[in-house]
């Protein structure tokens, strides 16, 4: 259990700086991962 919340965090992270990268150029995009991210953080 506790190892699967850890990958689920490192996941949620790369997909963050991804977003952050590459959001940047596309905001609509970026914005649905950043809302499901948000889900996951509740």
């Known amino acids: 259990m506790v190892v699967d919340s850890i990958r689920k965090e490192r996941i949620n992270e790369k997909r963050e700086v991804e977003a952050e990268v590459f ?4 905001p609509e995009p970026s914005s649905k991962p950043s809302n499901i991210l948000d889900r996951f953080r509740k």
């Not at 959001?23 to 596309?26: H, I, L, M």
């Open 23 to 26: 959001g940047k150029d596309t």
